[in-house]
Structures are given as structure tokens and as C-alpha cells.
């Protein structure tokens, strides 16, 4: 399991392991030898360069480093079960305070290549509505594991401006544990196993 003090890969530095693991590996290496680290040492950095690259790769595949949204209830649950970190916002599109978190977890989904972003249309999944208790957008849901172990509700956590600065939003992710930062100490926990939210209860606070 990755430290939870780590940063996490970003989109550009994935692709160039993908497209390049040869120059990735002779970058490794030079850095490797600037150093005095034990020849086994060095081996076992390559190894892990080259399971990162088939993992990322396999991510890759999967739409990691994109936001992109999701058309039907059911790949909810099989995104949220196959995958171990993944941040999605269930949204309205006529809501001015979506298309705002639509920014930035776009801008997000290419910095955090170790989490799947994606985003619901509150109008195409009633069911996950009623079953995640979501009655207040735009709602961000953080899950591990198949687990709903956060949320960010409306923009109370992030200012209680329309205005607030990426970086609050990705801090305030960081503490669910979905993203790394490594001055970011993760805070998550469950709530729905489908485990309870930093939010309980919740109303609309979209003001369109």
C-alpha cells in the first residue's frame, strides 16, 4: 500500500512511463547513480518502475486522468467495487455550483492518476440518490474499496464561495484518504457499504 504521505502520479508523468518505459528506466537509472545505492536496491526500483508501468497502463485504459461521467446507475457500483479509489460528483446540470466542482475535478483527475474521477446526472440515478442520502449538490462521494467512506456537500467545506481555490478542494479530498498530498494526513471513513459521512444530513444548497 502506497504512503499515505506519498504524492500521487500525475496524468503527464504516467503517460511518459506508458510511451517511454525505456527512457523512463535510463532517467531511473542516472538517477540511481548519482547515489550510493546498493546494486539489489537498484534492481528492485527498476522492477517497481515496471509493474507502475503496466498498472498505468491498465489505468489508463480504464479512463484514469480524464473526468468523464457516467450514463447508467449500474457502473456506479461496478467503478466504485473494481477500483480502489474513486471520487464522484453527483451533479444537476443546471446547477451553477456543479459546473464549478466540474472544473476543477477536471483539473484534479489529471493531477491524481492514482483515483478514477467521474461525475452522475442526479436525474439518471434515483436509486442512488435515495440509497447514498444525497439531497444537497454539488456532492462529491470519496470511496475506497467499494466503500463510501466520505463526502464534500455544497461548498460550506470549501469557503462558502463560488471563488475558492482549487487547492481547498483537493486538501479537503486528501483528508478522505482518495487523494495523496504529502503534507495531507488522510481522515477517512466509512459510511456506506455499497459506510458514516463527515456531512450527516444535508438540503439543497445550490442557490440557482
Do not use: W
Amino acid at each position: 500500500m502506497a504512503d499515505e504521505f506519498a504524492r500521487d502520479t500525475t496524468k503527464a508523468e504516467a503517460e511518459h512511463i506508458i510511451k517511454d518505459e525505456a527512457l523512463a528506466e535510463e532517467e531511473l537509472l542516472a538517477e540511481l547513480e548519482n547515489g550510493d545505492i546498493p546494486p539489489h536496491i537498484r534492481e528492485a526500483r527498476l522492477d517497481q518502475l515496471k509493474q507502475e508501468a503496466q498498472q498505468f497502463e491498465q489505468r489508463s485504459e480504464k479512463g484514469y486522468g480524464t473526468y468523464s461521467e457516467i450514463e447508467k446507475e449500474p457502473e456506479v457500483f461496478d467503478i466504485t467495487r473494481s477500483e480502489e479509489k474513486v471520487v464522484i460528483h453527483f451533479f444537476h446540470p443546471d446547477f451553477r455550483r456543479c459546473n464549478i466542482i466540474d472544473k476543477h475535478l477536471k483539473v484534479l483527475a489529471e493531477k491524481h492518476f492514482n483515483a478514477k474521477f467521474a461525475k452522475m446526472n442526479v436525474e439518471k440515478c434515483d436509486f442512488l440518490v435515495k440509497k447514498l442520502k444525497i439531497q444537497v449538490l454539488p456532492a462529491i462521494l470519496c470511496f475506497k474499496e467499494g466503500i463510501n467512506v466520505d463526502r464534500v456537500v455544497g461548498f460550506e467545506e470549501l469557503g462558502n464561495t463560488d471563488n475558492f481555490d482549487i487547492s481547498v478542494l483537493e486538501r479537503r479530498l486528501a483528508k478522505s484518504g482518495v487523494l495523496n498530498l504529502p503534507d495531507v494526513r488522510a481522515e477517512g471513513k466509512a459510511i456506506f457499504g455499497f459506510t458514516k459521512t463527515r456531512n450527516g444530513s444535508s438540503s439543497s444548497s445550490d442557490e440557482d
